[in-house]
């Protein structure tokens, strides 16, 4: 027997809120103008943004999405609509009036390097970065400056290196974290599990204290060589070198010892 599901797309706020959402149900005999002229993923998207009401619709939004939906067509739309849009890209849907690298030779290059050209008639800027692969991302809003620093675990070097990063590449990084810190959260509260934001954010400290923390190997005279643990020991201790727990009641902490 094989497996089966329902696709849905979801229109959310950065905090999880949902807007609107539409479930896939393949192609469309109604919306095939829509559909030819957008694809079929972008299509529901659009969808879902037109069913706003007039007065909704004049406010400034910025979307962001993956590469499933991004397309210089979208871009467009979004950007006559007063809105911005940014989202990864495949690299068959960027148009050849972009003059960039391909793949194969950028990845000869440096981590961190980026190159992002710009259509003026459209004022859409794509941008290709290299990481261990090429990343590849579109928006009609945003610029490549200012950069900001990317830490990267470097196997050659066998050490986290720092590299540069285009601040578009950057704003869609910290939304999707936001986004899916908050899904998870949504899914352990529909399992019945009742916490609040607070709770939940400490259980994943937790969760990454007890799984890259050091603990000691035994009784003895401490080692001299170097321990490196993966979480800063600033994170794992107070000011006074006590480990953090939680207390009794909510909201506050206390330490060990005192």
């Not at 954010?201 to 050091?214: C, D, M, P, T």
């Amino acid at each position: 027997m094989k497996e089966f599901g329902y696709k849905v797309w979801c229109l959310t706020f950065v905090q999880g809120y949902l807007v609107n959402f539409s479930i896939y149900q393949g192609k469309s005999r109604s919306n095939t103008v829509c559909e030819n002229y957008f694809g079929k993923a972008t299509a529901s998207l659009i969808q879902m943004i037109e069913r706003f009401s007039a007065e909704i619709r004049t406010l400034p939004f910025e979307f962001f999405f993956g590469n499933l939906f991004t397309g210089l067509n979208l871009l467009s739309f979004l950007r006559d609509q007063d809105c911005g849009g940014t989202g990864t890209m495949r690299n068959n849907r960027i148009s050849k009036s972009f003059p960039m690298t391909s793949n194969s030779i950028l990845l000869k290059k440096e981590r961190g390097h980026h190159e992002s050209p710009i259509v003026k008639e459209d004022g859409v800027t794509v941008s290709k970065w290299v990481d261990n692969s090429v990343v590849s991302i579109a928006t009609n809003w945003l610029g490549v400056e200012p950069q900001s620093t990317a830490k990267l675990n470097s196997q050659e070097e066998k050490r986290i290196i720092q590299v540069q990063r285009p601040i578009l590449l950057t704003s869609i990084v910290r939304k999707c974290m936001v986004l899916t810190i908050w899904n998870k959260m949504q899914l352990a509260r529909s399992s019945g599990k009742k916490s609040t934001w607070l709770e939940f954010r400490r259980e994943i400290v937790q969760v990454y204290l007890s799984r890259f923390a050091n603990p000691s190997k035994g009784l003895g005279r401490p080692s001299n060589s170097s321990n490196k643990s993966r979480i800063p020991e600033q994170v794992r201790f107070d000011c006074l070198n006590h480990p953090v727990k939680k207390y009794e009641k909510k909201d506050v902490l206390e330490k060990d010892g005192s």
